[in-house]
């Protein structure tokens, strides 16, 4: 379905699976692709969650990672979950943790 939309300059799509990020070089211009992203979708039958849309944000969590101007960070409940594993003490353990 995204082959057929054209972005306008300036603006890029990134998709994995259902999960869209849309960044662009300045607020405006990413502000309007994003509504006429919106509205293509829904022409297209597709439904937005608007409990996962982040519209028009400095910041955004994607996969995982909160990504902001060039940057990428692991989220912090992703971290807390890899630091409160017990280290494994057998070999089975190791298999399972891997």
């Not at 070089?25 to 996962?52: A, D, H, P, W």
Request: glycine share 6%.
């Amino acid at each position: 379905i995204l082959r057929e939309y054209r972005l306008q300059d300036g603006v890029m799509l990134i998709q994995y699976v259902d999960d869209l990020l849309l960044a662009g070089e300045n607020q405006e211009t990413v502000r309007k692709e994003s509504i006429q992203l919106l509205n293509f979708l829904s022409l297209q039958g597709l439904k937005i969650s608007r409990s996962k849309l982040q519209f028009v944000e400095e910041e955004v969590k994607y996969l995982g990672h909160w990504i902001s101007k060039g940057t990428k960070k692991l989220d912090h409940e992703r971290v807390n979950g890899i630091l409160s594993l017990k280290a494994p003490k057998s070999k089975r353990q190791i298999r399972q943790l891997l």
